[in-house]
Each structure stands twice: as structure tokens, then as C-alpha cells.
Nanobody
Framework: QVQLVESGGGLVQAGGSVRLSCTAS????????MGWFRQAPGKEREFVAT????????GYADSVKGRFTISRDNAKNTVYLQMNSLKPEDTAVYYC????????????????WGQGTQVTVSS
């Protein structure tokens, strides 16, 4: 089992920045690809970003490419999502997740999920 706890959400103005963190406990963190997903009110959960075991490979949704950066620190069992140039449409609950694959963009590949952290971007 892997337990995931997100932090860092909150209220931010459009154009601002927020950094989310997700700390894992349980099994060996470096054996899991990590991803960030989000779910806005009335919408389905969607992929945001992913990072491979070692951090050498990353992937992003087109909607966040160039604005968000995913990174990880395996020594701290933590994955981050740096969110810049935020837009009101980025408002959502953000979830981190762990996959036993080396790299995964498909939500179905993720076995463990955090409880989410709210990010609200005001215009």
C-alpha cells in the first residue's frame, strides 16, 4: 500500500503561482510513476502531469504545458506540481496518484490516490 497526502492548495489570483506537494509513505516511492490529476465541479477527473520513477521523463496535458512543472525528490518521498500563470479554468481539486508502471498518463494505470487539495483561481 502507498499512502499519499497532498498539500499546498488554496486561493490564488489569476496569473499567480502555487506549488502543490504530495508526500508518500508505505512502499518504495522510487518504484512508482507519479501523476497529478484534477477534477473541476461538474466535470470528470482529468490528467494534468506525470513523472517517471527517476524523474527523467515527464508529460503534461496540453492545457497546462508551459505553465506547470512536475518534479520529484525520491529522498523525500515527495512529488511537486509547480503551477504558474494560473487561470480561472485551473480551478479544481488536484489529486496526486501513484502507478506501478515506469511512466503513465492514463488514469486507469494509477493504483493509489490521495484525497485531493483544492486550488481556486480568482479572476
Amino acid at each position: 500500500q502507498v499512502q499519499l497526502v497532498e498539500s499546498g492548495g488554496g486561493l490564488v489570483q489569476a496569473g499567480g503561482s502555487v506549488r502543490l506537494s504530495c508526500t508518500a509513505s508505505g512502499r518504495t516511492f522510487s518504484n512508482y510513476a507519479m501523476g497529478w490529476f484534477r477534477q473541476a465541479p461538474g466535470k470528470e477527473r482529468e490528467f494534468v502531469a506525470t513523472i517517471s520513477w527517476s524523474g527523467s521523463s515527464t508529460g503534461y496535458a496540453d492545457s497546462v504545458k508551459g505553465r506547470f512543472t512536475i518534479s520529484r525528490d525520491n529522498a523525500k518521498n515527495t512529488v511537486y506540481l509547480q503551477m504558474n500563470s494560473l487561470k480561472p479554468e485551473d480551478t479544481a481539486v488536484y489529486y496526486c496518484a501513484a502507478s506501478g508502471l515506469y511512466y503513465a498518463t492514463n488514469m486507469n494505470a494509477y493504483d493509489y490516490w490521495g484525497q485531493g487539495t483544492q486550488v481556486t483561481v480568482s479572476s
